[in-house]
């Protein structure tokens, strides 16, 4: 099976709570974008309409290998209007407040899986049953945690932990795929010259890294100050990365204890189980529960939620008030509820038809609406697991 082979295999349309009004504070403008991530597609234009990208307003970040459609919003009087090929701004109307996460109703996808087998399709349709009546776990999916590093682990636990050194260390020498090969080459002489400032100073090229070894090479053990220079918006996903993974454990926990089948499917940090179906009694109480993420303060909705979280804790080596960052001025761990299970709305599986552009295939069309917060990606995985 093969996922998002170009840009129409994977259509995602955000859905907003607020209507959208012919006057406002806010002009609001629907983004329609393929290969482009939002942050990039955001700061694009910002740059080129003299804005800061803190002046845009965004719900949700959609990534670069799909054909996606979400709303922005902007003070700005003048017209942002753009028609590009692969980048397009139309102005929609007006909103009284700037966009937000708070103000996503969800997100309506359109999903061409490809290079299927018949009997890989068959599969597929079978499960597709399953997941339209039992829905799926709930986890945060591979791309929460594109800040993990394999060897350092989460910035965010060795900041809970106290080790301050160390996830300064994972943020300046973390090297992702993505990265061009000369950033790869300077993280790299980062790690072999960890602790000399200086020489760290002098093959610095962002303007984040020669302020944070400005003040390393003036203050040497100053690593909150340091952490204190990272971007609000980088703090925020890595803080969300640990989060997530957090959260995903505690729903793994929540599944076994079901006493039920369950099946692993491979992630970028741990597996992730599923299951096929659910009896009646655990889909009742599956589907009405809702899982707390992690911080100081935790909303627990009943005895069993709150023993695994505390589990999950001790095995992390943390207690509730390492949430407290008090060196940490920028970002804070906030706890919020999460469904345990997602069932799709309007879900649809079409007709195994002939791929064009796999000769002896077929591919399968998936239509459907999941809430804010939920992953398409993880109901694909869902399907995919096998019986």
């Given at each position: 099976?093969?996922?998002?082979?170009?840009?129409?295999?994977?259509?995602?349309?955000?859905?907003?709570?607020?209507?959208?009004?012919?006057?406002?504070?806010?002009?609001?403008?629907?983004?329609?974008?393929?290969?482009?991530?939002?942050?990039?597609?955001?700061?694009?234009?910002?740059?080129?309409?003299?804005?800061?990208?803190?002046?845009?307003?965004?719900?949700?970040?959609?990534?670069?290998?799909?054909?996606?459609f979400q709303y922005i919003?902007?003070?700005?009087?003048?017209?942002?209007?753009?028609?590009?090929?692969?980048?397009?701004?139309t102005l929609m109307g007006?909103?009284?407040?700037?966009?937000?996460?708070?103000?996503?109703?969800?997100?309506?996808?359109?999903?061409?899986?490809?290079?299927?087998?018949?009997?890989?399709?068959?599969?597929?349709?079978?499960?597709?049953?399953?997941?339209?009546?039992?829905?799926?776990?709930?986890?945060?999916?591979?791309?929460?945690?594109?800040?993990?590093?394999?060897?350092?682990?989460?910035?965010?636990?060795?900041?809970?932990?106290?080790?301050?050194?160390?996830?300064?260390?994972?943020?300046?020498?973390?090297?992702?795929?993505?990265?061009?090969?000369?950033?790869?080459?300077?993280?790299?002489?980062?790690?072999?010259?960890?602790?000399?400032?200086?020489?760290?100073?002098?093959?610095?090229?962002?303007?984040?890294?020669?302020?944070?070894?400005?003040?390393?090479?003036?203050?040497?053990?100053?690593?909150?100050?340091?952490?204190?220079?990272?971007?609000?918006?980088?703090?925020?996903?890595?803080?969300?990365?640990?989060?997530?993974?957090?959260?995903?454990?505690?729903?793994?926990?929540?599944?076994?204890?079901?006493?039920?089948?369950?099946?692993?499917?491979?992630?970028?940090?741990?597996?992730?189980?599923?299951?096929l179906t659910l009896p009646?009694?655990?889909?009742?109480?599956?589907?009405?529960?809702?899982?707390?993420?992690?911080?100081?303060?935790?909303?627990?909705?009943?005895?069993?939620?709150?023993?695994?979280?505390?589990?999950?804790?001790?095995?992390?080596?943390?207690?509730?008030?390492?949430?407290?960052?008090?060196?940490?001025?920028?970002?804070?761990?906030?706890?919020?509820?999460?469904?345990?299970?997602?069932?799709?709305?309007?879900?649809?599986?079409?007709?195994?038809?002939?791929?064009?552009?796999?000769?002896?295939?077929?591919?399968?069309?998936?239509?459907?609406?999941?809430?804010?917060?939920?992953?398409?990606?993880?109901?694909?995985?869902?399907?995919?697991?096998?019986?």
């Open positions: 099976m093969k996922l998002k082979v170009k840009p129409d295999d994977f259509i995602v349309k955000e859905e907003i709570k607020a209507p959208i009004l012919k006057e406002g504070d806010f002009k609001v403008y629907l983004l329609e974008k393929r290969y482009w991530n939002t942050l990039d597609a955001l700061q694009r234009i910002a740059a080129e309409n003299g804005l800061r990208l803190s002046e845009i307003g965004y719900g949700g970040r959609k990534d670069r290998y799909g054909h996606t919003t902007v003070r700005a009087t003048k017209n942002l209007t753009t028609r590009e090929k692969n980048l397009k701004l007006y909103l009284n407040l700037p966009m937000s996460p708070e103000l996503i109703a969800g997100n309506h996808f359109e999903i061409t899986l490809r290079a299927l087998s018949g009997e890989e399709g068959r599969d597929l349709i079978k499960r597709g049953e399953n997941v339209k009546k039992y829905g799926f776990p709930n986890y945060f999916d591979d791309q929460r945690f594109g800040s993990y590093d394999k060897e350092q682990g989460f910035f965010a636990k060795k900041l809970l932990l106290g080790h301050l050194n160390g996830a300064l260390k994972i943020y300046l020498t973390s090297i992702y795929p993505e990265e061009s090969k000369e950033a790869k080459e300077r993280k790299r002489f980062f790690m072999a010259n960890w602790g000399n400032w200086s020489v760290c100073l002098e093959a610095s090229k962002t303007r984040v890294e020669r302020e944070i070894f400005s003040l390393l090479e003036k203050e040497p053990k100053n690593f909150a100050g340091a952490i204190n220079l990272i971007p609000k918006e980088q703090l925020s996903l890595y803080f969300a990365a640990y989060q997530g993974y957090l959260y995903n454990n505690l729903l793994k926990e929540v599944l076994l204890n079901q006493g039920i089948e369950l099946r692993a499917y491979p992630g970028v940090v741990d597996d992730y189980l599923f299951y009646k009694k655990s889909f009742t109480y599956l589907k009405s529960l809702m899982l707390p993420t992690a911080a100081q303060k935790v909303p627990f909705p009943n005895e069993e939620v709150r023993r695994e979280y505390f589990k999950i804790l001790e095995r992390e080596g943390l207690k509730s008030g390492d949430f407290n960052l008090r060196k940490i001025r920028k970002v804070y761990f906030k706890s919020f509820l999460r469904p345990a299970v997602v069932i799709p709305e309007g879900f649809h599986v079409g007709n195994l038809v002939k791929d064009e552009l796999y000769p002896g295939k077929q591919k399968l069309q998936l239509k459907f609406f999941l809430p804010r917060g939920s992953y398409a990606t993880m109901l694909i995985k869902a399907l995919s697991v096998n019986y």
